[in-house]
């Protein structure tokens, strides 16, 4: 059972969020929230108190997200790096211990990069080099896993780099390429001599599948009589982009705190104006501000909108009457997010949404307890599916579940829950096995009759980041929407 080891770290018992994390990295803090440099700051609200890495918050509703910018680019990059460097250290011996292995051959061509490239990689590397070869040989407890890098760089310093011996035209020693990298690979592996090499093969998990088909003919070559040694464990990529560590944390939650207060402004008068705004207004709005912000998204934000007499969601000008939804994620610090929340445009004499549109957001809510109580580590996504969906079905909530992990990727490694158009399980993505310390979108929609709007059956569609800490029990990473955001 896999147990990430925990350094010593300072307990802060404040529940809400502030500027600093607990443990800045060198270069410039964060400014307060008072100098942000988007114009939708100003109407949002600073809360002070410091967080713990992994310890949960509890932040009221009744009080407003707020916008967190990110620090100066060097600061950014030194923070990454720490979290780089940590998982190295700390999270990939145990892994490579657990499942037995005792080397791992990452080999890539520029833009052709291994999905485990971006959890390895420092923060000013954007590419892979040419070609770069990791090979990452596991020594014992004592003497740790011995990383080396033949082509590429250092990574910040995390892997041994080896150079040509051959000079190149300016004087320096020529970088590794062709037969002389092969060669120098086939000395390594020779000279430690391991019992078995685990290449990224996989038909059916692609985290773990990196290793492309001319990459894979040339690699089993230049191993030679060590060929026979080669072996597949999707579990070693897979887990170990999975797996987050605590320092990660406060980061990721001002980063959520961010989207939510973007939302909240987003579904507001400060952008909508009803009758006259259009969802695709709301959309440009929202990927402004990130752009403002320095964040971008990993994919195109969508607002929709529904009214009493419409047959589904669609898009077109907001008007009064209206139930509204995003679909938004961002990308932070090569950190992914994905929300979706719900928002309702009142009509003249109303102070909240009807009670049926209430009802069917407390339905999806209840939802997301259900699968949060069934998300125990070491279990299967379709087991946990199965269950889920048993208990919802008891209680009388139509609904579907389409849950996945979420961290270096938007649709992150790790065990499916569902797809919104697979009920039954979803083969081998959802026979993985949930894990501590990892992160999850927990997507789903609960469909509910509204009596205000004649009975029709409106689905309340939610995703929320949430994660299991190094015990496996589950929070909120921020909090989650349970009323809807309102445009008077």
Sequence with gaps: ???????????????????????????????????????????????????????????????????????????????????????????????????????????????????????????????????????????????????????????????????????????????????????????????????????NIDEHHAFSDGLHAGEREALEDALGKYADRIQRDHRLAQNYIAIRIPEMMPRYRKIEETVHALISTAFSNAVIEPGVTTTDDVVWWLRQAVNDLGMTTWFQTSVNRIGPDDDGWGSGVIDRGDMLWTDFGVVAMRLKTDTQHLGYVLRGGETEAPAGLQQCLANSNRLQDILLEHMEPHVSGNDILADALAQMRTEGIDGTVYTHPIG?????????????????????????????????????????????????????????????????????????????????
């Design 1 to 199: 059972m896999f147990r990430l080891t925990e350094p010593p770290k300072a307990m802060y018992p404040e529940p809400l969020l502030n500027d600093q994390d607990p443990s800045p990295p060198t270069g410039t803090k964060p400014g307060p929230c008072a100098r942000a440099a988007v114009a939708v700051a100003a109407a949002l609200t600073c809360l002070a108190g410091p967080v713990a890495a992994q310890k949960p918050v509890d932040v009221p509703e009744h009080i407003p997200a707020r916008i967190h910018p990110l620090p100066p680019l060097r600061a950014q990059a030194d923070q990454q790096l720490s979290w780089t460097t940590a998982r190295l250290e700390r999270v990939l011996p145990q892994l490579m211990r657990e499942y037995g292995v005792e080397m791992w051959i990452l080999s890539m061509r520029e833009y052709a990069e291994d999905p485990v490239f971006w959890s390895i990689a420092a923060p000013t590397t954007f590419a892979a080099r040419r070609r770069s070869i990791y090979v990452f040989y596991d020594r014992g407890p004592n003497e740790g896993v011995e990383r080396i890098a033949l082509g590429g760089t250092d990574q910040g310093g995390n892997f041994t780099p080896y150079r040509s011996s051959r000079p190149a035209p300016s004087g320096e020693a020529a970088e590794l390429w062709g037969d002389e990298q092969w060669r120098l690979l086939y000395e390594i592996v020779d000279d430690r001599d391991p019992g078995n090499i685990v290449l």
């Design 408 to 488: 270096d990727h938007g649709h992150g490694a790790g065990p499916l829950i569902g797809r919104w158009d697979a009920q039954e399980g979803v083969p081998h993505r959802g026979d993985v096995l949930l894990e501590p310390s990892t992160w999850h979108s927990i997507e789903l929609q609960a469909t509910t009759a509204v009596p205000e709007w004649n009975g029709k059956s409106v689905s309340c569609r939610q995703e929320e980041e949430a994660y299991l800490d190094e015990e496996g029990h589950r929070h909120w990473v921020y909090r989650r929407q349970s009323r809807f955001h309102l445009v008077r």
